[in-house]
DNA sequence: TATCAGACTGAGCGCTCAGTCAGGTTAAAA
DNA sequence: TTTTAACCTGACTGAGCGCTCAGTCTGATA
């Protein structure tokens, strides 16, 4: 593994455990076993190696979400939604630092003032939201789902399962029990 | 206003709009117009001033909804459901500062090692999952609502609240125009 | 062998920060 | 009037921060 590599991994990691401010660049480069000079080498600045994260971040999910989609073979809208919510659910398990990250406030803050950062941010949001459109779409198509506001019923979707990861990130009530009775929430929320 | 008063006050705004890290205590004393040596003199350090916010916010949101549940009559269960999921949106809007606070991760790493940080987000968290499951419980009873899971069906609920608070309070998606909908979709998820 | 570019290093600089302290002010009690 | 204690002040401190920079090392090129 590179260098610059080695520092982006340590990095995702101390971000989301200490947050942006509480990480050092001394502490960073100790963990991760790499000069400190050398990291201002790779990155300009504390802040671009944040974004240089969040931009990883983002071809990462989009990426896991192409290759989801493109392999598999839903029988319906609603099998579409089941199917998308439960790896939704896997990814920020496995994922489980990254989804922290997205999380914090911190992100946020820059992307005001970034627009790299507001880009990415924008892209996973999007990513995620219009995922949840075109099942909606398709079982509207087929049947399966029936006839509500697709945008908006979307959003509602992407709201309760994001609500249910930031329960269980921050170790809120075993929110990882729920994951099953969250799908059957969403079916009920799409039957006729 | 007593200047400890001041102090809580101008510290909710600037750590709720900057973060804990990035607000400094000279920065604040400037703002409230107080002396920086005040601030220490009324708390022991930062970390404790943060904690004293959170105090406050609990009492405040716990008073809130005891005095909304007190003198409001709810036909049924359902209604309540509604009432309070509505009084909820409201209240994270009129609150606004202090609900960016309890979405910030700072509050979780505190609770992490400060007792009393953690009993005051557990307070504040049970506050709101308690209401849900009395009202579903009342709705099984009157009829208004499915025999559904209660404690698991409400903390789907209130997920699903959180989400769109969040979504709302980081401007995502405009979220403020789904309150109608979001209604909608807790009434479709308890009902039979 | 000499030259060179790029990767890498870590001591150290300038600065900001949370927290301290010596002393001033106020107001009520003696 | 004097005493006392609570309240308040802001200049100051040392620790720790992000970042720089002069210089080393390595491997490819001439």
């Known amino acids: ?18 947050g942006f401010e509480n990480t050092s660049m001394s502490e960073l480069a100790k963990l991760s076993g790499i000069a400190q000079g ?11 190696l944040f974004i240089s994260i969040l931009e990883e971040f983002k ?25 998308v919510v439960s790896f939704y659910l896997y990814l920020a398990g496995s994922m489980e630092d990254w989804f922290i990250l997205l999380y914090r406030h911190e992100a946020y803050e820059f992307a005001r003032v970034n627009s ?4 990415s941010l924008e892209a996973i949001y999007n990513c995620l939201a219009d ?8 079982g509207k198509k087929d049947g399966s789902i029936a006839d509500v506001p697709v945008r908006k019923t979307a959003l509602i979707l992407f709201a309760m399962i994001d609500g249910i990861i930031r329960f269980n990130l921050y170790e809120l009530y075993n929110a990882g029990t729920l994951y099953k009775d969250v799908i059957g929430a969403c079916r009920k ?4």
């Open 59 to 83: 071809a990462g999910i989009i990426d896991n979400f192409d290759r989801y989609i493109g392999e598999r073979q839903f029988e319906s809208g609603m099998e579409m939604i089941e199917d």
């Open 131 to 138: 995922i949840f459109e075109q099942a909606i779409l398709r």
């Open 1 to 18: 593994m590179s260098k610059k590599q080695a520092i982006i991994e340590a990095a995702t990691r101390l971000f989301s455990q200490k």
């Open 189 to 192: 929320i799409l039957t006729k």
């Open 38 to 48: 050398t990291i201002f080498y790779h990155f300009k600045n504390k802040e671009e």
């Open 116 to 119: 790299v950062c507001r880009e």
